[in-house]
Each structure stands twice: as C-alpha cells, then as structure tokens.
T-cell receptor, first 111, second 115 residues
C-alpha cells in the first residue's frame, strides 16, 4: 500500500527563519510528488516533482526530490506570517489516477 | 490556471437527511474527478475517483451506497451524502483533471455539518 509520511507534523518558528519540511514515501510505481499549501480552504498547488536532483523554485520556496532515497524536502526561506499554513505532500503512482497524501505539516510563523 | 468550483461552500443539515454537493470544472473538461474528505487536523483522504460516464471507483472503507457519486458530464460531478449522520460532518473537497498526466485542480471545499 502506498504511504506518504511527513515530518515534522508541527513546526513553530519566528518570522525570517528558514524552514525545511520533509516528505518520505513508499509507492510501487512512482510517477510524481506534489507539494500543496492549505490555509483555510482547499489545497493550492506549489510544486510537482518528477525527476531526482532538480530543484524547483518559486520565490522563497524551493523543493527537491531524491528518488533513490524516496524523499523530498520543501524549503522556505525568510519566512513570513503569511506562510503559516498546512503543507501537504502527495504522491501519484504511474498508471493510477489518485493522489496519496501525507498527514501534513502545520507551520506557524510568529511575528 | 484551471478553476474548479464547489457548491455549496458550507451546509448544515439534520441527521437522516441527504445532502448534495456539486463540483464543476469551469474552464476545462474534466475527464476525471476526485472526492476527498478531510476531518479536523487530518490530511485529505480520497473517497472515490469518478470518470465521466462511468461508475465511480470507491476507496476501501467508503460506503458507495452512502456516498453517491455522479459524473454525468465533463464539467460536473456530484456527491450525495445520504442519510447523513453527525460523524459525516467533515470538509469535502473535490478535484478535477483534464487528462491522464495532467495536474489535479482542487475546488474550494464544502464544509458539511450534520446536527
């Protein structure tokens, strides 16, 4: 059974700090790993990763995938209070259509 | 990016009644739609996958007779919670994709409270 595990489950830091969120997975036939940000409503898409070692970057957020060690990290630099949210990692299996989500990391940025 | 809407955004109903939630893809044709449920402080759990014109595929543990899914057109899927009970209170989120390999776009979610 496909499994996605995120750590830490909860993280509280001060504004300006850099954070690293982790996602490890077990999937039979990996196709892609996705990161989402969820505030009060439904998740919003951040990144899709399919290849190992290639960093994807969007502003202060970046993410990278290691397909050998079966994990991904999401980095946020110079955090702001608006970064407070739940960050979800999901994995898609090749051939299947569905996403399997991890438990999420609840990130709180204090001013 | 593609837009997916849900209606209603929140609903309160009495125990024993049925509730229908709509999910629409506004600017693309969704060959596949997904329904998720999210309980407080938990992650999204996939309930079912529906392809236009065919029966939905339900995840293990999800009662298909209780959660009726219809995907009658390429832009609309509905989830009906039949004979709702307080334990069905949750945040229901749909997502849609245009084709295999495409990104999933999430709707804003529907918060259901059963009293």
């Amino acid at each position: 059974e496909d499994k996605v595990v995120q750590s830490p489950l909860s993280l509280v830091v001060h504004e300006g700090d850099t954070v690293t969120l982790n996602c490890s997975y077990e999937v039979t036939n990996f196709r892609s790993l996705l990161w989402y940000k969820q505030e009060k409503k439904a998740p919003t898409f951040l990144f899709m990763l399919t290849s190992s070692g290639i960093e994807k970057k969007s502003g202060r957020l970046s993410s990278i995938l290691d397909k050998k060690e079966l994990f991904s990290i999401l980095n946020i630099t110079a955090t702001q209070t608006g970064d407070s949210a739940i960050y979800l990692c999901a994995v898609e299996e090749r051939g299947a259509q569905k996403l399997v989500f991890g438990q999420g990391t609840r990130l709180t940025i204090n001013p | 990016g593609a837009v997916v809407s849900q209606h209603p955004s929140w609903v309160i109903c009495k125990s024993g009644t049925s509730v229908k939630i709509e999910c629409r893809s506004l600017d693309f044709q969704a060959t596949t739609m997904f329904w998720y449920r999210q309980f407080p402080k938990q992650s999204l759990m996939l309930m079912a996958t529906s392809n236009e014109g065919s029966k939905a595929t339900y995840e293990q543990g999800v009662e298909k007779d209780k959660f009726l899914i219809n995907h009658a057109s390429l832009t609309l899927s509905t989830l009906t919670v039949t004979s709702a009970h307080p334990e069905d209170s949750s945040f229901y989120i749909c997502s849609a994709r245009g084709g295999t390999g495409d990104e999933q776009y999430f709707g804003p979610g529907t918060r259901l409270t059963v009293t």
